[in-house]
């Protein structure tokens, strides 16, 4: 007996803002993320960036508009945060100040969306032995915040790639909830 039923593919597009301190491993995350690039020899930058992927899970079609900005920008700066769907905040392991910073920016992305999937990513695991961030700290300031928790490094493609995996599941079962709530 031959099975007829069909999947509904749904094209699905989020925004992701990447937020981190300069030389947090921004751009490296994106650019391991997006085309699997790693250029050791990357200077820290302050600049906007942004990049596109596309990719498919289950029956949903995503695809990602990654913005990149250096933590310090988005505090108030609402055209920033319009259309969010998600953020990381990044923060380098090896650096104790950068992952002091981060609450006040959940603090501030909260406040325009209160349900925002935020994923909190220790960067630099590479560096273990110049480690200043606890992660068990780390993970407990996640679940204090309600944010996910992660940590990698860029040079390692499959880290990389489960760090948005994790901050995409969050947006998915957000999407499929919210869905099912404005059904009732």
């Known amino acids: ?18 937020l981190g301190n300069k030389d947090a491993g921004k751009t490296s ?7 699997n690039e790693f250029d050791l020899e990357k200077k820290p ?21 990654i913005v990149i ?6 505090i108030d700066n609402v055209n920033i945060q ?3 769907s998600a953020a990381i905040i ?3 392991i090896t650096k104790y100040n950068n992952f002091e ?22 960067n630099k695991l590479d560096l273990e032995f110049l480690r200043k961030v606890d992660s068990e700290e780390a993970k407990e300031k996640a679940e204090e915040l309600n944010c996910i928790f992660a940590e990698n490094m860029c040079t390692d493609s499959q880290s990389v790639k489960n760090s948005f995996k994790l901050l995409l599941t969050e947006i998915l079962i957000q999407y499929y909830h919210d869905e099912s709530e404005n059904e009732k």
């Open 82 to 84: 319009k259309d969010v």
């Open 45 to 65: 930058s302050c600049k906007s960036e942004t990049f596109s992927k596309q990719l498919q899970i289950y029956e949903n079609k995503i695809k990602m508009f």
């Open 69 to 74: 900005y250096d933590m310090k920008t988005i």
């Open 1 to 18: 007996m031959k099975n007829n039923s069909k999947f509904i593919i749904k094209m699905m597009q989020y925004k992701i803002l990447v």
């Open 29 to 35: 995350l994106c650019k391991k993320f997006c085309s």
């Open 101 to 122: 910073e981060i609450e006040l920016v959940i603090t501030n992305l909260r406040k325009y969306n209160p349900k925002l999937p935020i994923l909190i990513l220790g």
């Open 90 to 92: 990044i923060y380098d």
